[in-house]
């Protein structure tokens, strides 16, 4: 998130102190458009796999105005809709999140962003497997941050990736972004995953390193879910015997514009 500090006056002196005058209020920040391109070693979602453990592209835009509106878009190579299916016939290869909200301040030490999200899956045909309805998925949400740390809910208002009625699933995630400075950050991260009336809640915890290197972003983190420990292991037709909720190592790269 950025936080935005606005100075609201200032005085001028003239001559030997012989008057002092108010300065105007400083210009309000301008809007901002920005594009984003990246590969990581496997695409992770909430501590599970979705690309097969396979690497994955990904990139998005943003647009944020400078009233604390925003709208975005991002994208990402996929394999779980397909390997859900053990014909081999269910189709979906891309996730497209479309999403838009605001940001603001409560005070100076807390701020907020509220948006809907869409999760967009091109094409899929899900709702023809089995035991699943149609992966587009539909979330509102809602952040807090004082400092450092953020904590987020988000909450489904229809079925939540596939699972049937699975209306008002919710994930809570808590984070911190330590900045050691020079464009070193860490950020370790804990989240819970309600699946309603389904099987399938879990916990979620990582701890990333990042390095901005003049927009280009390099990235590792260590994860890992209790899924395995509380619902069994998570196993897909199509990805064979790869255990998809374990823990991984994810290295990425991003260019930012």
């Known amino acids: 998130m950025?936080?935005?500090k606005f100075v609201l006056a200032?005085?001028?002196?003239t001559g030997c102190v012989t008057a002092v005058q108010a300065a105007?209020?400083?210009p309000a920040p301008e809007s901002t458009l920005s594009f984003n391109l990246g590969v990581v070693s496997e695409y992770r979602y909430r501590g599970i796999a979705q690309s097969a453990k396979m690497p994955a592209l990904q990139g998005g835009f943003d647009y944020a105005d400078k009233s604390g509106a925003y709208i975005g878009s991002w994208a990402s190579s996929i394999t779980w809709i397909k390997d859900s299916d053990p014909k081999g016939a269910a189709k979906g290869p891309i996730e497209i999140d479309i999403y838009g909200g605001y940001?603001?301040?409560l005070s100076d030490d807390v701020a907020y962003d509220v948006g809907v999200l869409q999760y967009w899956y091109s094409g899929n045909n899900l709702s023809t497997v089995k035991g699943f309805v149609d992966a587009n998925t539909f979330e509102v949400y809602g952040a807090l941050s004082m400092g450092a740390f953020?904590?987020?809910l988000s909450n489904s208002t229809g079925n939540l990736f596939g699972y049937v009625n699975?209306?008002?699933s919710r994930y809570l995630d808590v984070s911190y972004t330590l900045d050691l400075g020079d464009g070193l950050t860490i950020v370790p991260h804990l989240g819970n995953q309600y699946v309603a009336n389904n099987a399938g809640s879990y916990t979620d915890y990582a701890i990333s390193v990042n390095k901005d290197m003049?927009?280009?972003?390099?990235s590792a983190t260590l994860l890992g879910t209790d899924y395995k420990t509380r619902n069994g292991s998570y196993f897909l037709p199509g990805s064979g015997t790869k255990e998809l909720s374990g823990s991984a190592l994810v290295l990425g790269v991003k260019k930012n514009f």
């Open 24 to 26: 105007d209020p400083a």
């Open 2 to 4: 950025k936080f935005q």
């Open 10 to 13: 200032s005085l001028l002196a």
């Open 214 to 218: 003049e927009g280009t972003v390099l």
């Open 166 to 168: 699975s209306k008002n």
């Open 103 to 105: 940001k603001g301040a």
């Open 150 to 152: 953020t904590a987020k």
